[in-house]
């Protein structure tokens, strides 16, 4: 199991004392987040993409590659790239260009989004947002595994002999997740390729994602990449901790009610009972949370949202204290338990490489000629 947090990068009023931090305050805080996130020995570090306020990472590979030389061994991701408003050429060589710069400690997450508006300014239309996540996938997927590139589709130009560079580290592209809250096209994208599907399970209740997981997970077996259980399977989670619930509920509720997403809406107590969010101790959010796999089977990362609604730096970093030192450690022992030796682990770069590499000796193999028996 991998676990870590992502971020959605918002730029809002902290409600208890009426104060906007600046945009640059916001950058620098998500970068003193995914430092602290490594500190405490959290394995993921993950970042949205956002082009309107009130959001900032509008160019994460520009802030994943200015994390990736402050760190050592925290993974570096997405949550999400844009597949459907970003050219599938640019993308492939921003990743490629930054799993060099972070020797590997890359993935990358596909998304349509959810804010309507951005699709004109790069030119899309929204009505066709499946079809261009699709389509633009399809190249993407050519372009990291082919050293030339012939293409032509609906929605950009043709490419002729087209070379992508840098090429992937050791030939082996960054891991590929497909995130969705409710779009069973984009788990069966996830599951013809092989890739990963992340579940952002934040807003909905778990029948949906349990629905949507167990599509995933069905026709990924269809598809020849193994048993259904063994489809990798990422969710998105929150929480707020305190020593006591009552503390956490009362510090937080005021950010809730404001929040850029949901407040105004449910009250905390409907919210946290249909979603996972959790408010409360650390053993409450380690309960909520080792019960996941009860329902969506065992899956390979769990990510949370932390940094959101206006929360002050300082309390994203106790906050961060907690998670990494009572809450994951536990996690990961509880969700070790009874975990099927059949079941894969999170994928890493260096685990990918040498997969590759024993499927090239395999076919190199194979295919020798057999030697002649000279024996007389």
Same mark, same amino acid.
């Given at each position: $199991?991998?676990?870590?947090?992502?971020t959605?990068?918002?730029v809002?009023?902290?409600?208890?004392?009426?104060?906007?931090?600046?945009?640059?305050?916001?950058?620098?805080? $998500?970068v003193a987040?995914?430092?602290?996130?490594?500190?405490?020995?959290?394995?993921?570090f993950?970042?949205?993409?956002?082009?309107?306020?009130?959001?900032?990472?509008?160019s994460?590979?520009?802030?994943?590659g200015?994390?990736?030389?402050?760190?050592?061994?925290?993974?570096?991701?997405?949550?999400?790239?844009l597949?459907t408003t970003?050219?599938p050429?640019?993308?492939a060589?921003?990743?490629?260009?930054?799993? %060099?710069?972070?020797?590997? *400690?890359v993935?990358?997450?596909?998304?349509? /989004?959810?804010?309507g508006?951005? =699709?004109?300014?790069?030119g899309?239309?929204?009505r066709? /947002?499946?079809?261009l996540?699709l389509?633009?996938?399809?190249?993407?997927? *050519?372009?990291?595994r082919?050293e =030339?590139?012939?293409?032509?589709?609906?929605?950009r130009?043709? !490419?002729?002999g087209?070379?992508?560079?840098?090429?992937?580290?050791?030939d082996?592209?960054?891991f590929?997740?497909?995130g969705?809250?409710r779009?069973?096209?984009?788990?069966?994208?996830?599951?013809f =390729?092989?890739d990963?599907?992340?579940?952002?399970?934040?807003?909905?209740?778990?029948e949906?994602?349990?629905?949507?997981?167990g599509? =995933?997970?069905?026709r990924?077996e269809?598809y020849?990449?193994?048993?259904a259980?063994?489809?990798?399977?990422?969710?998105?989670?929150?929480?707020?901790?305190?020593?006591?619930?009552?503390?956490a509920v009362?510090?937080? *509720?005021?950010y809730?009610?404001?929040?850029?997403?949901y407040? %105004?809406?449910p009250s905390?107590?409907?919210?946290t009972?249909?979603?996972?969010?959790t408010?409360?101790s650390?053993?409450?959010?380690?309960?909520r949370?080792?019960?996941m *796999?009860d329902?969506?089977?065992?899956?390979?990362?769990? !990510?949370? !949202? $932390?940094?959101?609604?206006?929360?002050p730096?300082?309390?994203?970093?106790?906050?961060?204290?907690?998670?990494?030192?009572e809450?994951?450690?536990?996690?990961r022992?509880e969700l070790?338990?009874?975990?099927?030796?059949?079941?894969?682990?999170?994928?890493?770069?260096?685990?990918?490489?040498?997969?590759?590499?024993?499927a090239?000796?395999?076919?190199?193999?194979?295919a020798?000629?057999?030697?002649?028996d000279?024996?007389?």
């Amino acid at each position: $199991m991998q676990f870590g947090i992502f971020t959605v990068g918002d730029v809002t009023t902290d409600p208890t004392t009426g104060r906007t931090p600046t945009e640059n305050e916001r950058i620098k805080a $998500m970068v003193a987040i995914a430092l602290k996130a490594e500190e405490v020995g959290l394995d993921v570090f993950a970042t949205g993409e956002h082009h309107n306020p009130p959001f900032v990472p509008s160019s994460p590979t520009t802030m994943l590659g200015y994390i990736a030389a402050q760190t050592e061994r925290i993974l570096l991701s997405t949550s999400t790239t844009l597949i459907t408003t970003n050219d599938p050429v640019k993308i492939a060589e921003d990743f490629a260009m930054l799993q %060099h710069l972070a020797d590997g *400690r890359v993935d990358v997450m596909m998304g349509r /989004g959810n804010t309507g508006p951005v =699709y004109p300014w790069f030119g899309k239309d929204i009505r066709q /947002g499946v079809e261009l996540a699709l389509e633009n996938y399809n190249l993407l997927h *050519r372009l990291w595994r082919e050293e =030339y590139v012939d293409w032509q589709g609906r929605f950009r130009t043709p !490419l002729q002999g087209f070379q992508s560079t840098p090429r992937p580290l050791d030939d082996v592209p960054p891991f590929v997740w497909h995130g969705s809250i409710r779009t069973p096209e984009i788990a069966e994208q996830a599951a013809f =390729y092989g890739d990963g599907f992340f579940a952002n399970n934040i807003f909905w209740p778990k029948e949906h994602f349990m629905r949507l997981i167990g599509l =995933y997970r069905q026709r990924f077996e269809h598809y020849g990449h193994g048993r259904a259980d063994q489809a990798i399977v990422g969710l998105g989670g929150q929480a707020f901790i305190r020593k006591n619930s009552q503390d956490a509920v009362s510090e937080f *509720r005021p950010y809730f009610d404001n929040a850029p997403v949901y407040g %105004h809406g449910p009250s905390l107590e409907d919210f946290t009972e249909q979603t996972p969010l959790t408010v409360g101790s650390p053993q409450q959010v380690i309960d909520r949370y080792a019960a996941m *796999r009860d329902y969506f089977g065992d899956y390979q990362r769990q !990510l949370f !949202l $932390m940094d959101h609604a206006g929360l002050p730096l300082k309390t994203v970093l106790e906050q961060l204290d907690i998670l990494g030192e009572e809450v994951v450690p536990v996690l990961r022992k509880e969700l070790a338990v009874n975990r099927p030796e059949s079941v894969p682990d999170a994928p890493t770069h260096a685990a990918r490489v040498a997969e590759a590499r024993a499927a090239e000796t395999t076919v190199e193999t194979a295919a020798a000629p057999e030697k002649e028996d000279t024996h007389v």
